[in-house]
């Protein structure tokens, strides 16, 4: 019995490299997640002087040297739910149209390859179309309207990609049976596919609003300043037609324009607008690990 | 100026999206928007980008002098400032260079207005290099050599200069990016119009220019005199008119002494009024100057304040609030 | 069968929608197949308003393409002698984008192969989630690691005169393009059938063995997309690598060199190029380069993903 099983020197060879591939590829798992760990925790560390609820309300002083970032947090605000007012029914209802009414033929994989384009699109390329479109063509100027609508574009197919696979999750069984009952495509969608796929597309909108929140470089040549002098904890600063400041455009200029910065400024504006980031992404997760348990089917 | 007669009616559009987003966000209760919501007046102002800090800082002061009055200060370079003014779409220019003729005919044309120019302080082009590098002046010609296109200098010890307990030798050429106004002034002033060696870092901020320079003991760049830290050194510098170098402070560049300083403008298209005016005006006091100095440039002499350029003598009753007063 | 008459019926009385619910509906489908459009609508009016601005360029005197191309003398505001060439530019993005996918395709194929086939399920829901986050950071914050953090530790560790360099923002790009390479990688080896590798198991293969002979292979069209989907991503990259890579005009000999993108030199300099301008219009074209660029890596990815499918 004992000398069947025995390992032969060949199978010693092969645990060995077995064991020797799994270990490799698990370095390189954790070589990922310790990078994650390692900024964050460096950022905290360094930021935490700053860190305090006043840094988040305050406005920026002494020549942006001290003080918080209310304006840009706010400006931020202002693009992401804007920009979030445009892409999100568009880009729901793009998705309906491709997963529900879309055949598979040459027009609507054209389609479909528009979209795969689009979110591969640089982002400078997203700011040199956002100025050359609302900026110049259309007349909106540097202005909120301009960034966010360009913020919209860039993040539209976050929101088509993640409400497909939502709507595409939902059986295929159920529009049937809806179907059968002499229901309309639309009846079936609105009573059977968007009920049972809104937490999907809900994780979808939630991504939209992480990657809008940390986009600089379409901003930049928009819609986002410098500065702009705004009263301390005010809610709501701006208008549509004004150009405003933002997190991710702030952080880019007191780390390399403004001189004599405190130290742990910058760390502190980074710190919020990851910890921001983040925090929508793990709520986006936390919903689709909810959504996943309770699905029936 | 843009105060709230918006001939578009985007500015009510404006309002209606802003209570609506604020609905949105704050829910309806506890949510007004801000007292007089219109009735603040917005003035715009963009370029150079050695003034942008200088121009945050005047906003943000100028806030507690005249709280109804919001300024968006935006960088992007003096060419780019003075661009948005002649096509009209800004309020005040700041601009580290004069306006070219060419650039004043365009605005004329364009907006029927002439351009006003006010001189609202001085700035100086540091030369930098790392705290421990040996080297304390340079020429003219050595710049020249170092940075244009035709240089034969390109090793520290071809100028005699030996760094301490590094082995790098090779001079990192620090520069800016090729459309800011203080890049094209050392090429004017410096390289006599000839163009820079490629290969330079060219940095995008003045600061990162200074930062650069501090963590590299190679390194030399050159920046505005108001981003020096203690981890650089300031070079003295000596022109070709064989004058004994200095390094750049208030009193070298008010006496002309220091080879490479330049003006500080603003630029508006006609004679500025209401707002503008006062903010202006406000620049040009004491307690804007004194911010001129805070932020490390050369404020205006005393006697150019309340006389500011030739044209302002037609106005010569220059009210403006002192800071503290509210 | 089609062909067959329906057969004869009493006739039903049904409850019939409002005429209005009908109208509403139509117009409503109306909507949402304009709302399909639109991404093809998006992707022709970038391409157009690009390169609309650029355009007028492209005759103008002193201005030839062979040179924005393959000169790498850029001096977009000389004073005596202006001209525009990209190549040291392109050949940065590139030299970038290489020193990247060195580093992240080994890194993320094999975190793709861990997750996909080494570990359990419940490291592989946190793994993921860690990729997923890893993912959302954005460029702006990766630039700030890179201009403060990397910039003093390369300094330390390799004696570079400056920390900005090559190594940077290859070492940034390649932390940036790692998630989009194992989500897609994970993909393309959960898309090998279960029946390969049952069948590889009872050979008495190993894991790895099985990974090696069996699954690569039959997955390489999918990891070469994902390795592809990481290039575009890597090239298209703009603020990381603008505050990280030293931003100089120069064809990099060694990975201390400092190099410029591309997308850094629109981004450096579209701010200060008067709108109109010969100078701004050439950074236009400098996106219709990078819009063709990123354009055709994706186009490979998805013809290679596409052939997988029908496989």
Known sequence: MDTMFAETPLVRVKRRRESLARGVFFCMSVAMILPLVAIVTYLVVKAWPTLSWNFLVDIPREGMREGGIWPALVGTIYLVFISLAVAAPLGILAAIYLSEYARDNWFNRIINLAVINLAGVPSIVHALFGLGAFVYAAKFGYSIISASLTLAIMTLPVIIASTREALASVPQSFREACWNVGATRWQTIRSIVLPNSVSGILTGVILQVSRAAGETAPIMFTGAVFYKAVERGTLLPYYLDEQCMALSMHLYTISTQVPGVEESLPYATAVVLLGAVLLVNASAIALRVVLRSRKKW | MRLKLNPMGIRRLALAGRVALGLAVLGSAGCKPKSGAGGETVIQNKGSDT?????????????????????????????????????????????????????????????????????????????????????????????????????????????????????????????????????????????LQKDFKLGSRDMNGSKEVVELVAHAPSAIGYSGMGYETPQVKMLKVTARDGKPGCTPTVQTVLSRDYPIARTLNLYTLGEPQGALKDYIDWIMSDAGQAIVELTGYVPLPAQARTHPPARREAVPELVSAPPESR | MDTQPIPERAPVVRPRRSPWAVRGEWLLELIIRFCGISAVLFVLAIFFFVFREAFPVLGREGFSLTQFLFSSEWYPTSATHVRYGTWALTVGSFSVTALAMIIAVPFGLGAAIFVSEFCGPRLREVLKIVIELLAAIPSVVWGFIGLTVMSKLIVDLTGAPVGVNLLNGGLILALMSVPIIVSIGEDA???????????????????????????????????????????????????????????????????????????????????????????????????????????????????????????
């Open chain 3, 189 to 311: 080896l959960k898309a090998v059938p279960d029946s390969y590798r049952e069948a590889g198991l009872a050979l008495g293969a190993t894991r790895w063995q099985l990974v090696y002979r069996v699954l690569l292979p039959a997955a390489k069209n999918g990891l070469l997309a994902a390795v592809l989907l990481g290039v575009g991503r890597a090239v298209g990259e703009t603020m990381a690598v603008l505050m990280a890579t030293g931003h100089a005009v120069h064809i990099p000999l060694g990975v201390l060199d400092s190099v410029r993108t591309l997308t850094a030199n629109i981004a450096a300099e579209l701010g200060e190029a008067p709108a109109g301008s010969d100078h701004y219009r050439v950074l236009f074209l400098t996106g219709v380069l990078l819009f063709s660029i990123t354009f055709v890596v994706n186009l490979t990815a998805d013809l290679v993903i596409r052939g997988i499918r029908r496989k």
């Open chain 2, 51 to 191: 003034m942008v800090n200088l121009a945050q800082s005047w906003a943000e002061a100028y806030r507690k002098v005249e709280p109804g009055v919001g300024v968006e200060v935006s960088g992007g370079g003096s060419g780019v400032g003075i661009a948005a003014l002649i096509k009209g779409t800004i309020d005040l220019a700041n601009a580290s260079r004069d306006m070219k003729e060419q650039e004043i005919e365009q605005a004329r044309q364009s907006t029927g207005r002439e351009p006003i120019e006010f001189v609202v302080g001085y700035d100086a082009l540091a030369i930098f290099v790392h705290k421990d590098n040996p080297i304390e002046a340079i020429t003219f010609d050595q710049l020249a050599d170092i940075f244009a296109e035709d240089g034969k200098i390109t090793k520290w010890s071809q100028l005699g200069i030996h760094l301490p307990g590094r082995r790098h030798d090779e001079i990192v050429r620090v520069s800016r990016q090729s459309s800011s106004g203080t890049y094209e002034f050392l090429r004017e002033r410096v390289l």
